[in-house]
């Protein structure tokens, strides 16, 4: 029987993140789990205690929405670890690309007897962060900037908050000069963001690239050109579908390692996250997490 210990953000969806789990807590117990609760101060407290979790052989659960799945998934990369989500932040986007149910009776019986999925992740370096790895995708531009916006919302949550978000950066935004080099190949863009997508999802269900798949090894590329504003309200909403693909405005491109450089500061993000100015280097790090899905 599996050992799990499950590390709370009390901040995700207010008390979403303990509700969730208590739901799944009592499946898991009644199966004769035994489950440890941890409720972190801080991304990097919940990475100590996911390592700690980890060398005690716990499946670690990471309860929250993509920071803490991110933050805990990369602090295991490459460990061995089983690792485990209960999703219950404003996103799940990383949830969302594992398919994993809705229903805690379904989450729980993953949990207890799911066989391993080995997933890529993906380290990313810039001179604020020289070594973070996470889960999702790094984006770089407009985008980066709305999910600042829908960090700080107070009065919005979920898909909503980053619809606002999204509105709010756009009507501000002006176009920034990329150099963007993917595995020693250089190209140059000029427009709104360009995402290194290790996942479909982000933004809350937006399908940035239907293409990305967790485990194959590389990171979908996905540069959005400069457009009219109006147009690009309509690509937003294009990306509930994932059709913003067919558009000459977007361009995607597929590799391993990833540098993006701007003209001017350009903030990035990474899993909701990690907030900074470019440059920014992704590296996918293929097969180096095991995850119950």
């Known amino acids: 029987m599996r050992q799990f210990t499950a590390i709370v953000n009390p901040t995700a969806g207010g008390s979403a993140g303990a509700a969730a789990l208590l739901r799944v807590a009592r499946v898991l117990r009644e199966a004769g789990a035994e489950l440890e609760t941890e409720y972190s101060r801080s991304l990097a407290h919940a990475r100590d205690l996911a390592r700690r979790a980890g060398q005690q052989g716990h499946v ?49 019986r993953i949990l207890l007897h799911g ?18 790895v996470v889960l999702g995708s790094v984006y770089a531009g407009v985008d980066a900037l709305a999910n600042r916006h829908a960090n700080h919302s107070r009065l919005l949550r979920g898909a909503a908050s980053y619809y606002a978000g999204g509105l709010r950066a756009v009507a501000t935004w002006r176009a ?39 485990d194959d090894g590389l990171l979908d590329v996905v540069m959005i050109r400069h457009a009219p504003r109006r147009l690009f309200f309509a690509l937003m909403n294009e990306l509930k ?14 590799g391993r390692q990833i540098r993006i450089e701007a003209d001017r500061p350009v903030p990035y993000g990474a899993d909701g996250e990690v907030e900074a100015l470019l440059p920014v280097t992704a590296r996918v790090l293929p097969g180096a997490l095991a995850v119950l899905c």
């Open 176 to 214: 920034a000069g990329y150099r963007v080099t993917v595995d020693g190949e250089e190209h140059t863009h000029r427009g709104y963001t360009v995402v290194a997508a290790n996942s479909p999802y982000y933004g809350s269900g937006r399908m940035i690239a239907p293409g990305a798949r967790v």
């Open 241 to 254: 579908s994932g059709a913003h693909v067919d558009r000459p405005e977007v361009r995607i491109l597929r």
């Open 60 to 108: 670690v659960l990471a309860v929250g929405g993509d920071g803490i799945a991110g933050g805990i998934g990369g602090a295991l990369s490459g460990t061995g670890t089983l690792f485990g989500l209960v999703p219950a932040g404003r996103g799940n986007d990383f949830a969302r690309a594992l398919e994993l149910p809705d229903d805690p009776a379904g989450l729980a």
């Open 115 to 132: 066989a391993p999925r080995r997933v890529d992740t993906v380290e990313v370096e810039s001179a604020v962060h020289p070594r973070t």
